[in-house]
């Protein structure tokens, strides 16, 4: 059985949880999300908690039941607190500027890169190199910000590009003066 499929999800206070069939709908102070669920799963209030079940003797769908209880956790979490990502800009001349729902990125191309935020993710800049993005939905954000890092990716000698915040770049030694003169 899924360890994490069988573990109930606390609803807070303020956060409302709406299930019709296998459509389920989280509303909370940030916002409101909605999913579509497996049709071999049931999710059910009890006491002011979520429980997902069903799967209990397929292993394919005990794994979707951990899943989906991951996923519907994230809405709750999402629509309650919000969810946050910082990335970090490293390198001589690098910088980012943000205008309403765009970025601007000088990441040593010849032309500034625009990127343009979907509609559930803000971002802003501090200091020109730490961009912050924020949004309920954990998918979304973490693919924006995926998106963003692929723009410029750290390099591994000098460590210049875009980074998660937290992210370890493992460096690599260059070339020696002996082996370059040979």
Known sequence: MSRIGKMPIDIPAGVKVDIKGQDISVTGKKGSLSRTIRPELKVKIEDNQILVSG??????INA??????????????????????????EGVGYRASASGKSLTLNVGY??????????????SVENNTTI???SIDKEALGMTAAQIRAIR????????????EGEYIQRKAGKTGAAAAA
């Open 55 to 60: 799967g209990d003797n397929d292993k394919k």
């Open 64 to 89: 979707f039941r951990g899943l989906t209880r991951s996923l519907v956790n994230n809405m709750v979490i999402g629509v309650s607190e919000g969810f946050k990502k910082v990335l970090v800009i």
């Open 110 to 123: 010849s032309n500034p890169v625009e990127f343009k935020l979907p509609e559930v993710v803000s971002g």
């Open 132 to 134: 912050i993005l924020e």
């Open 153 to 164: 990716k750290p390099e591994p000698y000098k460590g210049k590009g875009i980074r998660y």
